[in-house]
T-cell receptor, first 115, second 115 residues
Framework: GAGVSQSPSNKVTEKGKDVELRCDPI?????LYWYRQRLGQGLEFLIY????????KSGLPSDRFSAERTGESVSTLTIQRTQQEDSAVYLC?????????????FGPGTRLLVL | KQEVTQIPAALSVPEGENLVLNCSFT??????LQWFRQDPGKGLTSLLLIQSSQREQTSGRLNASLDKSSGRSTLYIAASQPGDSATYLC??????????????FGKGTKLSVKP
């Protein structure tokens, strides 16, 4: 079956512009996560959606970052007024909540370069 | 604050060798621990998931162990092959009292298996 998909796969933008990244989770997965991976760094958690509950935004690095998800479908991550330090690979993952046995399935990522 | 450390950061071995990758974490209150593989330009692939009540998991040539009390996990790869070359990431799911939240990742071990 189809896995997690993300678009675009690559994005080059100028400092100060807004960008929108998209994630299509696996059908039926109620949980959706956004992470970012900066060069030479580990993955950093950004935001977590679970069903209709309020999202966990504790990982968002600044108020320039926001994300939305409608129900259990597509999610968009928006970065406003991009800065060079926003350059990273942004990874989306989805899962079916199963307690300790829950496995997250990752998309291929969006590589963002801010010039 | 949970921190995950992986040693070594990079490893180069000849084909056929057995090898061990190490992961340590600072807080033993976890739901599970997962090992992922990341290939250049691609997303993460889940290899093994060990629930907090388990000691080890095996899949093919891979065996992962978990010692929660000491905050350690190892990933054992038997009879390594050039196709095993990738970055291996360890991640823990912190215990949130009933629901899984985000994963906390180490920075990874970059493995190169030479023919």
């Amino acid at each position: 079956g189809a896995g997690v998909s993300q678009s675009p796969s690559n994005k080059v933008t100028e400092k100060g512009k807004d960008v929108e990244l998209r994630c299509d989770p696996i059908s039926g997965h109620t949980a959706l996560y956004w992470y970012r991976q900066r060069l030479g760094q580990g993955l950093e958690f950004l935001i977590y959606f679970q069903g209709n509950s309020a999202p966990d935004k504790s990982g968002l690095p600044s108020d320039r970052f926001s994300a939305e998800r409608t129900g259990e479908s597509v999610s968009t991550l928006t970065i406003q007024r991009t800065q060079q330090e926003d350059s990273a690979v942004y990874l989306c993952a989805s899962s079916y909540v199963r307690g300790e046995a829950e496995t997250q399935y990752f998309g291929p990522g969006t590589r963002l370069l801010v010039l | 604050k949970q921190e995950v450390t992986q040693i070594p950061a990079a490893l180069s071995v000849p084909e056929g060798e057995n090898l061990v990758l190490n992961c340590s974490f600072t807080d033993s209150a976890i739901y599970n621990l997962q090992w992922f593989r990341q290939d250049p330009g691609k997303g993460l692939t889940s290899l093994l998931l060990i629930q907090s009540s388990q000691r080890e998991q095996t899949s093919g040539r891979l065996n992962a162990s978990l010692d929660k009390s000491s905050g350690r996990s190892t990933l054992y790869i038997a009879a390594s092959q050039p196709g095993d070359s990738a970055t291996y990431l360890c991640a823990v799911s912190p215990y949130y009292g009933g629901s899984q939240g985000n994963l906390i990742f180490g920075k990874g071990t970059k493995l190169s298996v030479k023919p």
